[in-house]
């Protein structure tokens, strides 16, 4: 009954209700450190199975299309692993902030793991097909030609996993200009 919702074990475990002064309250969803899809469940039969469970998605995307779509993935049960260069992704310097993130970060990129790591560097470079080797998509919005350069473009990944699915989002289409366009 909604009486007891305030004082389910499992929520108050989550850390989505809290109970300060025997008074419960929800914390809002910025202030959760564990999204429902990386919840530890006393037994692996106490959640459904979600679509995408067992999906790794490794994801170069920056601002709001290629960010919601690694959201969705994440929501659907996929692992999705967020690669940002070492200063974080722009959109976590965005206002308002709310214990030093960005509302904006986390509603795009909630339920997602992430690294900050240097492209530019070699080792690092290995570091990161050596995770693409055990994906099965890469999602990226970058311009056209970007990921090329970087050495992460579709030929180049193909050789290490032929059966990875790779996604560009890009606002202009693969053929159009190469300008950046980053909205949903």
């Not at 986390?106 to 055990?134: H, M, Q, T, V, W």
């Amino acid at each position: 009954s909604p009486t007891e919702v305030p004082f389910d074990k499992d929520l108050v475990n989550a850390g989505i209700v809290c109970i300060d002064n025997q008074v419960a309250f929800a914390r809002t969803p910025i202030q959760i450190r564990e999204s429902s899809t990386t919840h530890v469940f006393k037994n692996k039969t106490d959640r459904q199975k979600l679509p995408l469970d067992g999906i790794k998605v490794v994801e170069f995307t920056a601002y709001a299309a290629g960010p919601l779509t690694g959201f969705m993935l994440a929501s659907l049960g996929a692992e999705v692993i967020k690669i940002e260069p070492p200063i974080g992704e722009e959109g976590r310097k965005f206002k308002p902030q709310f214990d030093g993130i960005s509302g904006y970060y986390i509603n795009y990129n909630a339920g997602k793991k992430s690294i900050a790591i240097d492209l530019n560097d070699p080792e690092n470079k290995k570091k990161i097909l050596r995770l693409i080797e055990s994906a099965d998509v890469v999602l990226h919005n970058m311009r056209p030609g970007a990921m090329d350069k970087l050495g992460f473009g579709i030929e180049d990944l193909h050789q290490i996993n032929p059966g990875l699915v790779f996604c560009s989002i890009s606002g202009y289409g693969l053929n159009g200009p190469k300008l950046a366009a980053l909205d949903t």
